[in-house]
Structure formats: structure tokens, C-alpha cells
T-cell receptor
């Protein structure tokens, strides 16, 4: 039972480069989320998707785009990476919106030089 | 303005030394208070949900309680394997109907 799988686990980019973080869940969950975690800032919600075909902005959406490809997959794209986007990114999912029991992936550590 | 504030930021205890972690919140119309545990290099793992003042939940050496303004995570006779960062969260109130807003966490170290 894989749960929530994120790829890649580590990535180094140069300023201005683009990349996509991939996330897939095998629990048939409706809602999916992207968070970033920075020292001293805690976890902050970037974007979420309450169901297939819908996406909404969270607390810190600037510089990011998302795609809910199907019920299983939710990707996060950085079109032009900046050093301020150096962070650990977590994808999460849950069965119904707002129950609070999120299942998280193991994270993707991104460094932008 | 922070909706969720956790204290202390870090706590070092001896094995067997009980203590409590605090989570204060400022949201109105609370729709749940959630506790998570995060180990180094891992994603957070769900522990408890509390919905109303006076509610308590227990799991092994952990007990979570809720009042109208704050929640406590009590750790009784902790073991080194309880070392982790403990996060509390409330439903995100940014206009949508989904997601959580997290506190910055308490980094707990249990020394043998």
C-alpha cells in the first residue's frame, strides 16, 4: 500500500529553470494538497484540489501552477524557479474535504541556486 | 495574524519525564483541531481530531485535550521513540472549503 508518492525526492535547479513535482495517491481520495515547509515558517498551503477537475489557491500560490490530471494525480509546476522557492514540498490527500485527516507523502526537497 | 500558535518551540525531556505541549488558536467557529507527528525527513502523520471543548483523545502515551482557546498534548512517561516534531492544525479559512492551517510545531527530544 503505497499511499501518497512524490517524485522526485531531491532536485537542484538554477534560477529561472522550470520543473514539475509529481504526486500520486492510491487511496481513492477526492481531495489533494500541496504544502511547502520552511524552517521557522511551518507548513503553508500552496494549492489544493477538492475534486478531480477543480483547483484552488491556498496561502502562498504565487510562482506556482497546479494540475489535477485525474483523481490519482496532482502536480505542482514551477515555471521560473527563484531562490525563495527553495523548500521541502509535501503532497497530501484525504477522503473528504475538511476532515483534517490528511495523508502526506515523504516530501520533495528542492534547492534553487 | 497567526491562527495557530504552538509552544514551546522546542522541549527536551528525560525518558519518563511527563510534560505538555500547547496549541492556542484564534479561529471562531472551530471546525476541528488536529494533531500530527512529524519525524525528520518524513511527512506529517495524523494523530488526533478534537471537535468540542472538553473532548479528550488518547493514543499510547499521548493524550490530547481541547478548551475553547487552546489544546494540549500531554505526554506521559515518554520514551526516546516519542522524539519528533508535533504539529497542530485547524481548517484553512482562506476562502475555500478545504485544507489545514498548521502551527510551526514543537520539536520534542526525549533523552534516554
Amino acid at each position: 500500500n503505497a499511499g501518497v508518492t512524490q517524485t522526485p525526492k531531491f532536485q537542484v535547479l538554477k534560477t529561472g529553470q522550470s520543473m514539475t513535482l509529481q504526486c500520486a495517491q492510491d487511496m481513492n481520495h477526492n481531495s489533494m494538497y500541496w504544502y511547502r515547509q520552511d524552517p521557522g515558517m511551518g507548513l503553508r498551503l500552496i494549492y489544493y484540489s477538492a475534486s478531480e477537475g477543480t483547483t484552488d489557491k491556498g496561502e502562498v500560490p504565487n510562482g506556482y501552477n497546479v494540475s489535477r490530471l485525474n483523481k490519482r494525480e496532482f502536480s505542482l509546476r514551477l515555471e521560473s524557479a527563484a531562490p525563495s522557492q527553495t523548500s521541502v514540498y509535501f503532497c497530501a490527500s484525504n477522503r473528504l474535504g475538511n476532515t483534517g485527516e490528511l495523508f502526506f507523502g515523504e516530501g520533495s526537497r528542492l534547492t534553487v541556486l | 495574524e497567526d491562527q495557530v500558535t504552538q509552544s514551546p518551540e522546542a522541549l527536551r525531556l528525560q525518558e519518563g519525564e511527563s510534560s505538555s505541549l500547547n496549541c492556542s488558536y484564534t479561529v471562531s467557529g472551530l471546525r476541528g483541531l488536529f494533531w500530527y507527528r512529524q519525524d525528520p525527513g518524513k511527512g506529517p502523520e495524523f494523530l488526533f481530531t478534537l471537535y468540542s471543548a472538553g473532548e479528550e483523545k488518547e493514543k499510547e502515551r499521548l493524550k490530547a485535550t481541547l478548551t475553547k482557546k487552546e489544546s494540549f498534548l500531554h505526554i506521559t512517561a515518554p520514551k526516546p521513540e516519542d522524539s519528533a516534531t508535533y504539529l497542530c492544525a485547524v481548517p484553512y479559512s482562506g476562502g475555500g472549503a478545504d485544507g489545514l492551517t498548521f502551527g510551526k510545531g514543537t520539536h520534542l527530544i526525549i533523552q534516554p
